[in-house]
């Protein structure tokens, strides 16, 4: 979690260099506006979005409003660079470390500064938001394979759907990730269904979960 947050801050720390000092083109000025007055935006509405940045903007009293908002968009993009670093570390655990940390730093840091993520990290769009519920999401479901069997993965399950459905109200992307979820919980729990995780009831651990269990 400490690699992942110099990970966050790092990328956060390149968006704050570009990020636009003012309202820029297309939805930004309509989003701002709704942020301010807690308006509505075009359809299908971004509820989850505007509540989001009239709160922020009233937090983060720093700058011009429009500035603001760009600052949040920057943040929970780099949040979501955090989120993308600790999948793709766990994805390659057995690798020494430099190469499972170097490897996981490199794909966050060069995905979040693609040009179409880069550019909509600094100013105020929606997909920033999407983009952290969509890595946060991929982060919960891998510590749930992690944790199946015990009384935790429950929990991860819940605030996946929680997340998910609170997302919806922010962009629809947040409806592919939760069909990716689904097929992740099916093609793990397939070939090596988890244990009845209450007392009394919990068969034996899975071969690759002993550690986790003890």
């Known amino acids: 979690y400490r690699e992942a947050g110099a990970v966050a801050l790092l990328v956060l720390v ?3 260099i570009t990020l636009a000092p003012t309202v820029t083109l297309w939805d930004a000025g309509e989003f701002i506006t709704a942020a301010k007055v807690l308006g509505v935006p075009h359809q299908p509405g971004t509820p989850l979005f505007v509540m989001l940045g009239h709160v922020w903007a009233d937090v983060v009293a720093i700058g011009q409003y429009a500035w603001r908002l760009n600052m949040m968009s920057a943040c929970f993009s780099a949040a979501g660079a955090g989120c993308l670093f ?4 766990r994805l390659l655990a057995g690798e020494e470390r430099l190469l499972r940390i170097g490897g996981a730093a490199a794909a966050a840091i060069l995905s979040a500064f693609v040009f179409t993520g880069w550019q909509n990290s600094n100013e105020t769009e929606v997909y920033t938001v999407a983009t ?4 946060a999401i991929s982060w919960l479901a891998v510590r749930w394979r992690d944790v199946r069997g015990t009384a935790r993965a429950p929990h991860l399950l819940l ?12 962009h629809l992307l947040a409806l592919l990730a939760g069909a990716a979820a689904l097929l992740f919980l099916f093609f793990s729990l397939c070939p ?12 034996p ?3 690759g979960d002993r550690h986790l269990l003890r």
Not at 159 to 170: D, F, K, M
Not at 195 to 200: L, T
């Open 86 to 89: 600790l999948v793709a570390e």
């Open 132 to 135: 952290f519920s969509v890595a």
């Open 14 to 16: 390149g968006y704050v």
């Open 205 to 207: 651990p899975l071969a």
């Open 159 to 170: 605030l996946i759907v929680y997340i998910a459905a609170l997302s919806i109200g922010n």
């Open 192 to 203: 090596a269904p988890s244990p009845d995780p209450r007392p009394g009831r919990r068969g």
